[in-house]
């Protein structure tokens, strides 16, 4: 008797929905369907489909798309922590941007998202010394997506960056968990100090459009930064802080750290 095969779906449920929205997105217009097919559909997963993005937006007369594709594959087989942090932006888009309905968005049209996921790949190829390769990844995303973030600088999971024209991160920068950031946000050094001179910005804090957060200066987890301030000292944790210089206007975040999360959300 012919043994019957199960098949296993695969464990993936972040990839498992790009792929079933992408075929919705195919029928309400056939037209996309060579875009969709080449980008999402053809690819078994999703680091490379993201491999296939970063080779075909970063390619250019001195480096070829298929170069590029063998170092994005190469990054994303070495390191698991890559496509990990790639399904917690792409999540991270989808909740806190409003204009995100979803997830195949950010991989097809956000260009925010896409920078950092090149981004990733640049922090990867520096960390592995090969720095040149990393600065010409740096150069190209620049040039292609108007963001600017040094492979040195240290980035967490789950950001995200909305419109994200004119972004800046600094070699020394380090950006934590969940952090959200509006165009023209520069992390950026006074012109004063060598070394470790960029800011270093805690989990879940929230940089508005325009802001400008300058020098080796803390900014507290879950604190939110007003669009347009120029912000020169620390910020506490759970804080609002607003205006050129910056000041403390409000509080941020969750009002009472000890609570539990169950407490947060209520019955
Ligand atoms: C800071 C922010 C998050 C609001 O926080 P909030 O705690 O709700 O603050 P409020 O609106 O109550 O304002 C608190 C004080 O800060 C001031 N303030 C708020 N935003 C400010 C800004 N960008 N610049 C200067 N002052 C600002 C308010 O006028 C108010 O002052 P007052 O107490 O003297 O009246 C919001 O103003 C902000 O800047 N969000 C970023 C949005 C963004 O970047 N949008 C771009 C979309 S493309």
């Known amino acids: 008797m012919a043994e019957r095969k199960l098949k296993l779906s695969p464990l993936d449920p972040v990839w498992s929905r790009v792929c079933d929205e992408a075929e919705a997105a195919i029928k309400d217009d056939p037209l996309l369907g060579g875009l969709i097919h080449s980008s999402l559909l053809h690819h078994a997963t999703m680091e490379q489909a993201l491999a296939y993005r970063f080779s075909f937006k970063l390619a250019s007369p001195e480096m070829g798309e298929q170069i590029l594709r063998e170092i994005a594959d190469q990054a994303y087989r070495d390191d698991p922590d890559l496509g990990a942090a790639a399904r917690a932006d792409l999540m991270a888009v989808f909740d806190r941007d409003p204009a995100c309905h979803r997830y195949l968005q950010p991989i097809l049209f956000f260009k925010g998202y896409q920078a950092v996921q090149a981004y990733r790949i640049g922090h990867w190829l520096w960390t ?19 963001v600017d973030i040094h492979p040195a600088a240290k980035v967490g999971r789950g950001i995200m960056i909305d419109h994200a024209h004119s972004i800046v991160i600094g070699e020394t920068a380090v950006v934590g968990d969940n952090v959200s950031m509006l165009h023209s946000v ?14 270093k910005i805690g989990d879940g804090v929230l940089i508005g459009a325009g802001a400008k957060v300058l020098g080796n200066i803390s900014i507290g987890h879950c604190s939110r ?12 944790p759970c804080k609002t802080v607003a205006g050129v210089p910056a000041r403390v206007v409000g509080e941020a975040g969750c009002s009472n750290p000890s609570l539990t999360m169950d407490q947060v959300i209520g019955d």
């Open 225 to 236: 930064i007003a669009a347009g301030s120029v912000v020169l000292q620390d910020v506490p």
């Open 186 to 199: 520069t992390l950026g050094g006074t012109g004063k100090e060598d070394g470790d001179r960029h800011p």
């Open 128 to 146: 592995h010394g090969r720095r040149d390769l990393a600065y010409f990844v740096q150069m190209r995303v620049s040039e292609v997506f108007g």
